[in-house]
């Protein structure tokens, strides 16, 4: 049955099941700063946004012009109803949400796997071209995307082994190939220099002493509190000890502070994606 309004509807597979969507939707409402990524790269409409920390190149979206509808893991319902849209677009944090959220508007689950970030970016884009009608932009941008990690994979080819690590009120997690941040390794083409770390959501807690022991030849940081405004000590502070000093990263400036915009907070997005394979590329360019 087409959807209210809507002459045209096709069914989409996605991370929780098969939904009947209207084509070319016009009020869209995301929960997702990967999703909202995607939906800007591809030049597509956003109605409704959740408040929050967002990226540099999507604050835009904090103007009063796009309607709040609560945040990225509780939506405000209410104001969801208010704006009666056509499509609710859901990622990893407000996934749980979906049965609520489909009783208002056809709503998808694009939640990305961090196993297969770029491929979860891909299909997202690709679907989200097929619902809006953007095929040729997202052909334009996934070009981009494929010329940008075919010069990563070169520059990394010989760079030696790495260990990507995230900082928070003063203590350090580090993440693994098939983590959150396995793309680092996994897509990217760093070696790992501890291949076996856990691969939970938060990382494995480790210390100066790890860092010392496994000494990777590049040691990517991300500092989670800068991304989400907290203050506390940052992770150049955090770093700056007599331990570290000794390990290969610190006494060949190989240490490299990620864009934590990009991987934080805006992971899942074609933007964020590009931006993440800048970090890469700009440090293998050093001397």
């Given at each position: 049955?087409?959807?209210?309004?809507?002459a045209?509807?096709?069914?989409?597979?996605?991370?929780?099941?098969?939904?009947?969507?209207?084509?070319?939707?016009?009020?869209?409402?995301?929960?997702?700063?990967?999703?909202?990524d995607?939906?800007?790269?591809?030049?597509?409409?956003?109605?409704?946004?959740?408040t929050?920390?967002?990226?540099?190149?999507?604050?835009?979206?904090?103007?009063?012009?796009?309607?709040?509808?609560?945040?990225?893991?509780?939506?405000?319902?209410?104001?969801?109803?208010?704006?009666?849209?056509?499509?609710?677009?859901?990622?990893?944090?407000?996934?749980?949400?979906?049965?609520?959220?489909?009783?208002?508007?056809?709503?998808?689950?694009?939640?990305?796997?961090?196993?297969?970030?770029?491929?979860?970016?891909?299909?997202?884009?690709?679907?989200?071209?097929?619902?809006?009608?953007?095929?040729?932009?997202?052909?334009?941008?996934?070009?981009?995307?494929?010329?940008?990690?075919q010069e990563?994979?070169?520059?990394?080819?010989?760079?030696?082994?790495g260990?990507?690590?995230?900082?928070?009120?003063?203590?350090?997690?580090?993440?693994?190939?098939?983590?959150?941040?396995?793309?680092?390794?996994?897509?990217?083409?760093?070696?790992?220099?501890?291949?076996?770390?856990?691969?939970?959501?938060?990382?494995?807690?480790?210390?100066?002493?790890?860092?010392?022991?496994?000494?990777?030849?590049?040691?990517?940081?991300?500092?989670?509190?800068?991304?989400i405004?907290?203050?506390?000590?940052?992770?150049?502070?955090?770093?700056?000890?007599?331990?570290?000093?000794?390990?290969?990263?610190?006494?060949?400036?190989?240490?490299?502070?990620?864009?934590?915009?990009?991987?934080?907070?805006?992971?899942?997005?074609?933007?964020?994606?590009?931006?993440?394979?800048?970090?890469?590329?700009?440090?293998?360019?050093?001397?």
């Amino acid at each position: 049955m087409p959807h209210a309004g809507f002459a045209e509807t096709i069914i989409v597979k996605h991370a929780q099941g098969e939904t009947e969507v209207p084509l070319y939707p016009k009020r869209v409402v995301v929960f997702d700063l990967g999703i909202l990524d995607l939906l800007n790269s591809l030049d597509i409409p956003v109605t409704g946004i959740p408040t929050g920390p967002k990226p540099e190149y999507l604050q835009a979206y904090d103007d009063d012009r796009y309607a709040k509808v609560g945040t990225l893991f509780e939506p405000n319902y209410e104001a969801v109803n208010a704006l009666s849209p056509d499509i609710i677009l859901l990622g990893a944090r407000s996934a749980s949400k979906l049965k609520d959220l489909s009783k208002i508007a056809p709503t998808l689950d694009l939640s990305y796997d961090p196993s297969k970030q770029i491929d979860s970016i891909i299909d997202n884009a690709k679907l989200l071209g097929q619902i809006f009608g953007k095929n040729e932009k997202v052909a334009e941008r996934l070009a981009a995307i494929d010329a940008k990690l075919q010069e990563v994979r070169k520059a990394t080819a010989s760079a030696g082994t790495g260990q990507l690590i995230l900082t928070t009120g003063g203590r350090m997690s580090a993440f693994g190939p098939n983590s959150r941040f396995g793309l680092l390794y996994d897509e990217f083409g760093i070696s790992p220099s501890a291949p076996s770390l856990d691969i939970g959501t938060h990382g494995q807690a480790i210390s100066n002493e790890f860092l010392l022991e496994t000494n990777p030849d590049w040691l990517f940081v991300l500092d989670r509190d800068a991304a989400i405004g907290h203050d506390s000590a940052s992770a150049r502070t955090l770093l700056d000890n007599a331990i570290m000093h000794r390990t290969t990263a610190w006494k060949q400036d190989h240490i490299v502070y990620l864009s934590s915009d990009a991987w934080y907070l805006g992971g899942g997005g074609i933007e964020a994606l590009l931006r993440s394979m800048e970090d890469i590329l700009s440090a293998m360019r050093r001397p």
